[in-house]
């Protein structure tokens, strides 16, 4: 690893530089300890990794004994990048506050970078970051946190990602550890909430809708980005589709009938077919998946969104 630690900037308070030399020395001791003890899925909570002396990131806590093993880390704060509301009370019966800053798998904007800068600024300690399963946007905004509260490099958030087995897909993540000009971000100083607003159904199907505009340009152009519209990439379009399906299913099965929630499976399903097709060139193939989820959004607005 090259920015072990990550020099911290000039405004950093003095204390911390008269800490460093001593917490530099137990930070190497525990990144050659670390990746062997504690890094991987079976860890508590799953898919730990330390980013830096400040910094982990892992999975989103499942209960008490979840919570307990971050507090043992010597987390005083949670920052939850999740689209679902956090269990605050679960972390505060443990003393530890939480941070909520939802991202989506399409990247970090500019705004919530200075979240993650804001927060390094205002807290103390260590800090716990996580998604849900914390392989994805969890790593990405903790290297991210960690770049904007130190002067480590794009290279050195990038291995981060690599360490974590962050997906190549998310294009727009790894793309997020290049940002630019990161001192205009921490000037932001932006309030941070313990929970934020959280995109619900209706906010989750305008993402669909449009996403399916752009895929729609992509199909008539024979599944390739459309000659005057190059940014639209059919591979990540459908892998924004499949998430976006995906947290519905965590937000809001639990609030729906049985045929809701098999429209929903179906609907990821048919993503996950429609991208393996894309990626082997199959368009016959893509063409029918398309088509198939066309219809299943009509089936499912037939019952639960036109007739009512
Ligand atoms: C599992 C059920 C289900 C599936 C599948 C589904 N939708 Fe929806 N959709 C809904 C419901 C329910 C609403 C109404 C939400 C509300 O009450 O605001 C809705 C609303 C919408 C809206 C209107 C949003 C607004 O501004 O009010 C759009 C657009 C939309 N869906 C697009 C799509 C597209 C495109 C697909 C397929 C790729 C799709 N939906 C698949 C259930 C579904």
């Not at 530089?17 to 137990?26: A, G, N, Q, V």
């Not at 507090?71 to 509301?85: A, E, M």
């Not at 940014?231 to 937000?251: S, T, W, Y």
Request: hydrophobic residues 35%.
């Amino acid at each position: 690893m090259k920015c072990v630690d990550g020099s911290p900037r000039q405004t950093q308070k003095v204390f911390i530089h008269m800490f460093k030399s001593l917490s530099s020395i137990l930070f190497s001791a525990l990144v050659v300890v670390l990746p062997l003890a504690l890094e991987g899925a079976e860890t508590r909570p799953h898919n730990l990794i330390r980013v830096s002396d400040r910094i982990y990131s892992g999975a989103g806590p499942e209960g008490e004994a979840d919570f307990k093993a971050i507090r043992n880390l010597g987390t005083n704060t949670i920052i939850s990048v999740d689209g679902v509301t956090p269990d605050v009370k679960g972390a505060g019966a443990l003393g530890m506050r939480y941070i909520h800053i939802p991202i989506g798998y399409d990247g970090i904007t500019r705004k919530q970078a200075a979240e993650l800068s804001q927060a390094m600024e205002e807290t103390t300690g260590t800090l716990y970051v996580h998604c849900h399963h914390g392989q994805h946007r969890g790593p990405a905004a903790a290297a991210l946190a960690w770049r904007l509260s130190t002067d480590c490099s794009a290279t050195s958030a990038t291995e981060v990602l690599e360490r974590a087995k962050t997906g190549r897909d998310y294009h727009g993540l790894w793309a997020a550890m290049n940002m630019e000009n990161l001192d205009q971000v921490r000037e932001e100083r932006p309030t941070l909430l313990e929970t934020a607003k959280v995109a619900d159904l209706t906010a989750r199907m305008v993402l669909i809708d449009q996403s399916m505009d752009r895929l729609a340009l992509a199909q008539k152009a024979g599944w390739v980005s459309p000659p005057d519209h190059p940014d639209v990439d059919p591979a990540q379009e459908v892998l924004m589709l499949e998430q976006h399906f995906r947290e519905i299913g965590r937000a809001e099965d639990s609030k729906h009938p049985q045929d809701f929630r098999d429209w929903r499976a179906q609907a990821e399903k048919i993503t996950v077919k429609l991208r393996d097709d894309l990626k082997a060139g199959q368009k016959a193939g893509a063409d029918g998946y398309y088509a198939d989820l066309r219809q299943n959004c009509r089936s499912c607005h037939v019952a639960y969104r036109n007739n009512r």
